[in-house]
Structures are given as C-alpha cells and as structure tokens.
C-alpha cells in the first residue's frame, strides 16, 4: 500500500478530496501562515504554495513526484524537483562529474514522465553541493515551497536500529517549511 492510499487518496480524486478537506491539506498551509506570508484568513501574496520534492533515481520517486504533484495542483502551486549531487571535499564544488550525471539525468526525465502521467508539470533541476541536506533547505527557501517531500530507504545501522542518515535529521532541523519524509518500507514486509 503505498504512502497516498493510506492518506486515503487516490490518483485522479486526490486534489479534489485534498481542496475540500482542510484537516488533510491544513497542515501544508499551516507553515505559511507561521512565516507572515498569509494573514489570519488564508489570504496573501506569497501563500508558499510550490512544493520541492527529492529525487533519488529509486523505486520511491514515483510516489514522491505523484504526491508532490497533488498537493502542488490542490493549492495552485509548482513542483520542483532536485537531484543533489554531494561533491568530495577533494574536488572544486562545481566540478564535472559525468558519472553522476549519468544517473542524475535518467532520474529526472522519469520525474517528468510520471508528472506529466499525472496531469501536472515538474522543474527537475540538478545541484551540486557539499552537503546534500543544506542544498534541499536551500532550494525549498529559494523557490518559496511550502513543503519539502523527500523519501528515504529503510536501512539499519550496525546494531540494527533505523538509520535516518544524516540528510532526513539535517532538513527537519533547519528548515522553514513544512517537511514530510516518507520511510521506505521494511525489507520482509
């Protein structure tokens, strides 16, 4: 079952289900009104309605670009999406590194395919940086996203326990929008 049946939503009826229950769509508007861009009635400028959504080259991208794109299309806003390419303390930060261009480029044009599947448009962009974390805070600010979704495999550690690594901690700490991750599902479930 994946992430948008257990939010009760389904391909086609989900931006309307998501435009006419607020309780299921509050909490991405929620943050905006937080930042001063919206006043007490939901109104303003600057509504924080774009979404910014990681992009990996995995199994997961299908359900994060489909979800970014419901909830972008229920408040009118864009997607984006981001490729990160962390880059070796040894090398220029804007060295050329074809190898991950390579995987970065198949990566995107399928979150193009499966937007367009979904009726919807998304900005696949590719960054480089030292810390992936910092890019994806610093790319939600710059394109003004209310929402940052980003998935992460389920992995452990050594002794066994859940391994967030350190993008997932970093993100929710600093950033300013609202920030949902989804956690891959456990293998032998």
């Not at 389904?10 to 905006?32: N, V």
């Not at 309605?49 to 408040?75: P, S």
């Amino acid at each position: 079952m994946s992430i948008l049946e257990r939010l009760g939503l389904h391909p086609g009826r989900a931006a309307d289900k998501l435009d006419t229950d607020g309780e299921t769509f509050a909490h991405f508007s929620a943050s905006s009104r937080q930042s001063g861009k919206v006043n007490q009635n939901g109104e303003g400028g600057s509504t924080l309605r774009n979404v910014l959504v990681a992009i990996h080259g995995d199994e997961m991208d299908e359900e994060l670009v489909r979800l970014a794109c419901m909830m972008a299309k229920a408040k009118k806003g864009r997607v984006f999406g981001v490729y990160g390419v962390e880059v070796p303390r040894t090398l220029p930060v804007d060295a050329t590194m074809p190898e991950t261009t390579e995987k970065a480029g198949p990566a995107l044009e399928q979150a193009v395919e499966i937007a367009e599947r979904a009726n919807s448009e998304i900005e696949p962009e590719i960054v480089q940086s030292r810390n992936y974390g910092q890019s994806l805070v610093d790319e939600a600010e710059s394109h003004q996203c209310g929402l940052l979704i980003l998935g992460i495999p389920y992995r452990t550690d050594r002794s066994g326990r859940f391994d967030p690594g350190e993008t997932v901690p970093y993100v929710l700490t600093h950033a300013k929008c609202r920030v949902w991750v989804i956690r891959g599902q456990q293998r032998g479930c």
